[in-house]
Nanobody, 127 residues
Framework: VQLQAFGGGLVQAGGSLTLSCAAS????????MAWFRQVSGKEREFVAA????????????YYADVGKGRFTITRDNAKNTLFLLMSDLNPEDTAVYYC?????????????????WGQGTLVTVSS
C-alpha cells in the first residue's frame, strides 16, 4: 500500500484546513487508517483514526484530546482516500502531518502499530 498525503500549507490561527491521503497499490479498504503529526525533535503524535468499514463496529472514529471538537477524520473507500478536516487551528497545531494505515485487528494509537505511511505534509499555523 502506498500512501500520499497532501493539502498542508500556511493558515492563520482560527482558520481551517483539510488534509487528504490517497492510497494506491493494494486496496486498503480493510485497513484502519489514521493521522499522526510530528514536530521536529519530538515524537510522532497520534491525532485521529478511523476503523475499517469492515470492522465489527464500522467506521468508528477515535481522536486525541488535541483534536476533539476541532478535527474530523473521514474516509472515502470508493476513492481510497482519507481526510482530516481541521478547524479552529492554532500555532500549536503546526507540524508535519502523516497518514498511516494498518492491518491490525484493532485500531491502534501507537505509530509502531502502523505498517504503511505517507510522506507527510507540513501544516503551519501563524498567530
Amino acid at each position: 500500500v502506498q500512501l500520499q498525503a497532501f493539502g498542508g500549507g500556511l493558515v492563520q490561527a482560527g482558520g481551517s484546513l483539510t488534509l487528504s491521503c490517497a492510497a494506491s497499490g493494494r486496496t486498503c479498504s480493510s485497513c484502519h487508517m489514521a493521522w499522526f503529526r510530528q514536530v521536529s525533535g519530538k515524537e510522532r503524535e497520534f491525532v485521529a483514526a478511523i476503523a475499517s468499514p469492515f470492522s465489527g463496529s464500522g467506521e468508528t472514529t477515535y481522536y486525541a484530546d488535541v483534536g476533539k471538537g476541532r478535527f474530523t477524520i473521514t474516509r472515502d473507500n470508493a476513492k481510497n482516500t482519507l481526510f482530516l478536516l481541521m478547524s479552529d487551528l492554532n500555532p500549536e497545531d503546526t507540524a508535519v502531518y502523516y497518514c498511516a494505515a494498518t492491518d491490525s485487528d484493532r485500531v491502534p494509537r501507537s505509530p509502531k502499530k502502523y505498517h504503511y505511511w505517507g510522506q507527510g505534509t507540513l501544516v503551519t499555523v501563524s498567530s
